[in-house]
């Protein structure tokens, strides 16, 4: 009787112990199918953002140049035209656009019939690099019987266009003898009648790379007929459409997104092959005028394949049992790398941003006084950044006898101002160390900021050219601060008004002047001191300002900036500095002809 019962009890605790396991197994499997299931969509959902992004990222940087060489004939369209009745410029005017446009590899003026009779029927000046964007550029006249760009399908479309516009992509033999693409426009002569077609070719080669193949995915680039322009198999590049590329294949979806990616359409698509093999596909058009469509396809077995393998580590860590926490303690460990490597470089930019602060400071002056053995002036400046780099500047050298200083404020904050704000300086010492008056600094500084100009950036700026021997200061301001005379009593200086530097080119600065007596200071400083907030949003202001400057006005240079700085930092009380703080003062104490 005791045997049985043990028996009994036995046979329940290896049922009991049984049921436990079976049951951990179901919750085992069942938490394997959902993870399967939740994992599925989420690799779905991550191919698609992908999928969006690299559309995104490509669409942008072919976006780019197609803009950029818009943009540049665009503004050139005045020069072009103007050859029409300057034959002898027109291949300095093509030398001009190559120049300037390191993205243009040719350029040409393709000219109706005999409309230039010493140049006969065909007369098309051409101008490009040797070899591709690198070579010299070399000039010639292409335009013969041969080469009739008559009959040319970019020169027909030239002519009858209202403005610019993109060529199907073609193999230049004649030209710049590559794969191109080409922006034209027709050339009108001074009645307005169209007299022939300007034509700049663009180097498609680059989209090769661009394009390139990837591990799990391919992409490629179609133009507005469908011919293949970009494509991991470079045999297939403009010699195949995506229509005969996909004609072998019996699911009738290709068939309606080859239609709609022609037709300039967005979407998402799941094709199959004739083997029953899924993709998915995602295209989009090229924003610009091209006509251009681009896609990317994601095959069903390479984007799964991971997943289908952890799906078969899961059925064996089902039956192991300990290999679930494994791969959870593997997946932890793996989380803690990338947050090491997250935080590594996040050490690495901060370095970085250190190193650049450090180098924009060295390219200020700040050894005072500057000039030791010159007693006709006493400056001080000083130059506070809001971040590790900044946007302001100040500077100042002497030449003859002439002391020539600036203060400027970049538009924006951080690295993008601090580079604009490295070459303004830059600008500032090489076209003051040639030209002499202020106005003509500023406009030469505007015009070579004006033309680079692409992030519409912007610098308010103040120069000024102190003549030691008369004390006449003359000065041209860009959109600054109006700085202040400190005498007998402490005034703001009467400024003209000027744009800033950088936003339109062939701006007329003009120049201001007023007589500076020994003794006499110019104080000079950017927003960051009237802008300055304290944590109630109060601003320091001008008329705080005018009120601590006339304190005393028999300060020197150093005391009058150590005085305004400790006057702002109370104002402040420890509020964040939201903006650049730059002082510069320039104190006149004699004059060679005294």
Request: glycine fraction near 8%.
């Amino acid at each position: 009787m005791g045997n049985k019962l043990k028996d009994w009890y036995h046979s329940i605790q290896t049922r009991s112990s049984l049921a436990l396991l079976l049951t951990a197994a179901v919750l085992i499997e069942v938490s394997g199918a959902v993870q399967y299931f939740y994992a599925r969509n989420s690799i779905r959902n991550e191919v698609k953002q992908r999928a969006r992004t690299e559309l995104k990222l490509k669409n942008l940087e072919i976006k780019n140049v197609v803009s950029d060489v818009e943009t540049a004939i665009n503004n050139m369209q005045w020069i072009i035209d103007w050859a029409v009745y300057n034959p002898d410029s027109i291949y300095s005017t093509l030398q001009l656009i190559i120049k300037n446009n390191p993205i243009i590899t040719g350029c040409a003026m393709a000219f109706e019939p005999d409309y230039f009779p010493e140049h006969g029927r065909w007369y098309e000046p051409f101008a490009g690099r040797e070899n591709g964007l690198t070579g010299a550029i070399v000039y010639r006249q292409i335009g013969s019987a041969e080469h009739d760009y008559h009959n040319a399908t970019w020169y027909r479309e030239g002519l009858t266009s209202m403005g610019g516009t993109w060529t199907e992509p073609y193999i230049d033999d004649a030209g710049s003898k590559m794969m191109v693409c080409s922006y034209t426009m027709p050339i009108r002569d001074p009645s307005g009648r169209v007299v022939g077609v300007f034509c700049s070719d663009v180097s498609l080669e680059w989209l090769v790379d661009l394009f390139g193949e990837q591990n799990d995915a391919y992409t490629f680039l179609a133009s507005k007929t469908g011919r293949i322009l970009a494509y991991p198999d470079k045999t297939m590049i403009m010699k195949t459409t995506i229509q005969e590329m996909t004609q072998q294949l019996t699911d009738t979806m290709i068939g309606h997104v080859n239609d709609a990616m022609l037709a300039g359409d967005s979407g998402e698509a799941t094709i199959h092959d004739n083997n029953g093999e899924k993709c998915y596909i995602y295209y989009t058009p090229v924003e610009g005028g091209t006509g251009w469509s681009m896609a990317v396809i994601f095959p069903d077995r390479e984007i799964y394949k991971n997943l289908y393998h952890v799906g078969y580590n899961l059925l064996i860590f089902l039956l192991l049992g300990l290999a679930l926490m494994v791969f959870i303690m593997w997946r932890t460990v793996r989380g803690y790398n990338r947050l090491a490597k997250v935080n590594a470089e996040k050490e690495r930019i901060g370095s970085e941003l250190r190193i650049a602060s450090g180098i924009q400071k060295g390219m200020l002056p700040k050894t005072f006084p500057p000039y030791p053995d010159l007693d006709e002036v006493a400056m001080y400046g000083t130059l506070v950044p809001a971040k590790e780099v900044g946007g302001d500047l100040y500077d100042f050298h002497v030449r003859g006898e002439k002391l020539f200083f600036c203060v400027g404020d970049v538009s924006g904050k951080g690295v993008p101002a601090s580079l604009v704000m490295a070459v303004t300086r830059s600008l500032f010492r090489s076209v003051s160390a040639h030209a002499d008056s202020p106005e003509e600094v500023m406009m030469r500084m505007n015009n070579a900021m004006s033309e680079m100009n692409e992030s519409s950036m912007f610098v308010t700026l103040f120069i000024g050219v102190l003549d030691l021997r008369s004390g006449i200061l003359s000065y041209s301001n860009a959109g600054h601060c109006p700085p202040v005379i400190l005498n007998e009593a402490a005034t703001l200086m009467t400024m003209d008004a000027n744009i800033p530097v950088g936003l339109m080119s062939n701006w007329q600065y003009t120049k201001q002047e007023v007589t500076l007596h020994p003794g006499d200071t110019v104080f000079i400083y950017t927003d960051g001191l009237t802008e300055a907030e304290n944590a109630q949003h109060g601003q320091f202001g001008e008329q705080r300002m005018m009120e601590e400057i006339n304190k005393d006005l028999r300060n020197n240079p150093h005391e009058l900036i150590d005085h305004m700085t400790t006057a702002v930092h109370t104002f402040v009380n420890g509020a964040e500095q939201s903006d650049d703080l730059t002082l510069l003062a320039v104190q006149l104490t004699k004059t060679t002809q005294s």
